[in-house]
């Protein structure tokens, strides 16, 4: 199975602050990386897709990318309801694969 | 619009088998496939299995041996029965259309308890 590591574990930012949340595969994935917010209480929604596509209706102060084979999620300009959880999903093969998470506040 | 909504009951004991019903609208089974994800209480989420368009099946080997995925496309939905359960099972359940390889609409959940 393919693991996913991702950093870091929580994170508390101010307003308008930039953020990056990384993840690292144990083994080669493509592009075949999402990003997903979970709020408290809700159901994980995409954010990015193909590592670095902004999915329909998501803020552009949403971005992904590559590099080599490190993926990060960076939000610009951070605000109050970008806080929840943030999840790193491997598509590459089966079992698909989540990071841990990182829990992100708003301070 | 895109939607998918589980149900199922809320406590099961252990060692039964647990049964849940994903009802999808506004896209088919046969175009889409549709992924079982789980969640226990403050942890992560785990990937169960996927049912492609075509009707074939993908498990999560962690969970091969207990777990069937099926569906009926008259009534647009999607079955998961896991047997044997255990409290470790315990967890919200969520249906999601995957794209595949990512998952772009997910149903609000049911939350599962594995309690005698």
């Known amino acids: 199975d393919i693991q996913m590591t991702q950093s870091p574990a929580s994170l508390s930012a101010s307003l308008e602050e930039i953020v990056t949340i990384t993840c690292q595969p144990s083994?080669?994935?493509?592009?075949?990386l999402s990003w997903y917010q979970q709020k408290p209480g809700k159901s994980p929604q995409l954010l990015i897709h193909?590592?670095?596509s902004l999915a329909d209706g998501v803020p552009s102060r949403f971005s992904g990318s590559r590099s080599g084979t490190q993926y990060s999620l960076k939000i610009n300009r951070l605000q109050v309801e970008d806080t929840g959880i943030y999840y790193c999903?491997?598509?590459?093969?089966?079992?698909?694969?989540f990071g841990s998470g990182t829990k992100l506040e708003i301070k | 619009q895109v939607q998918l909504k589980e149900s199922g009951p809320g406590l099961v004991k252990p060692s039964e088998t647990l049964s849940l019903t994903c009802t999808v609208s506004?896209?088919?089974?046969?175009?889409?496939?549709v992924s079982w994800v789980r969640q226990p209480p403050g942890k992560g989420l785990e990937w169960m299995g996927v049912?492609?368009?075509?009707?074939?099946?993908a498990y999560n080997s962690a969970l091969k041996s207990r777990l069937s995925i099926s569906r009926d496309t008259s009534k647009s939905q999607v079955f998961l029965k896991m047997s044997s359960l255990k409290t470790e099972d315990t967890a919200t359940y969520y249906c999601?259309?995957?794209?595949?390889?990512?998952?772009?609409?997910w149903g609000q959940g049911v939350m599962v308890t594995v309690s005698s």
């Open positions: 083994q080669d994935i493509g592009n075949y």
């Open positions: 999903l491997q598509g590459y093969s089966a079992p698909l694969t």
């Open positions: 049912i492609w368009g075509d009707g074939s099946t």
């Open positions: 999601a259309r995957d794209h595949p390889r990512l998952f772009d609409y």
């Open positions: 193909s590592a670095t």
């Open positions: 506004g896209f088919s089974l046969t175009s889409y496939h």
